[in-house]
């Protein structure tokens, strides 16, 4: 019994064209035997001498047919690769957009809870914590598995990263109108809607693919 490999490398020989091609060459070669009145020693050496060359054609197929699946395998595991790259790049641009907008309003007062400030709400519940994890997983996006517009992105969220790691420093003692405060403000502001435009194309891009 053969395998599913084996029976793969076999079923291209079965199809319909192939079996009357050697129903066809049968049909030849008895009629030529017929013809010349070949003896058995005769017919032997033919048959010798066919078998030989149709082994020899038949190495080369198989061979072939072998190097095309793998060929296949190959193309197929780098397209899921990229794939895979290309949904983490999505998923990381979605979760540092969300948080832009939770440290954004945790500055702006409007995470506040129960008497408690927006800061201090944000420290306590470890949202700061997550930007250094945010950055460490960023590390394991393939570059090179990317498209130009896809590494501007990843560009992008890297930079809003480090400015929130910054921001969060300052957060023990964040004054809402401070001078340096309102521009760091404004600067979150400005890569929240980096982030928002990078994730929104990249989740374009995929609905595109997968029509």
């Known amino acids: 019994m053969l395998n599913d490999y084996g029976k793969s490398l076999f079923k291209p020989w079965c199809s319909v064209q192939n079996m009357t091609l050697v129903l066809a060459l049968t049909f030849i070669a008895g009629l030529v035997i017929k013809t010349n009145g070949l003896n058995s020693s005769e017919i032997a050496s033919w048959v010798q001498a066919i078998g030989s060359v149709a082994a020899i054609i038949g190495a080369f197929m198989i061979g072939s047919i072998q190097h095309r699946r793998e060929v296949d395998q190959r193309l197929h595991l780098e397209k899921l690769e990229v794939q895979e790259a290309k949904n983490l790049l999505l998923h990381l641009t979605q979760d540092i957009d969300i948080h832009l907008g939770f ?79 309102i521009i760091m403000t404004t600067q979150l502001m400005f890569h929240k809607s980096r982030t928002d435009t990078a994730y929104k194309l990249l989740q374009m891009n995929k609905d595109v693919s997968q029509r």
């Open 103 to 181: 440290l954004i309003s945790a500055i702006n007062g409007s995470f506040s809870s129960y008497g408690v400030s927006g800061v201090v709400r944000y420290r306590l519940e470890g949202y700061d914590l997550r930007w250094i994890h945010q950055r460490e997983s960023m590390q394991s996006v393939d570059v090179k598995l990317l498209t130009g517009a896809q590494r501007l992105f990843l560009t992008d969220i890297k930079t809003a990263c480090s400015f929130a790691i910054k921001v969060c420093e300052r957060l023990g003692s964040w004054d809402n109108t401070g001078t340096e405060e």
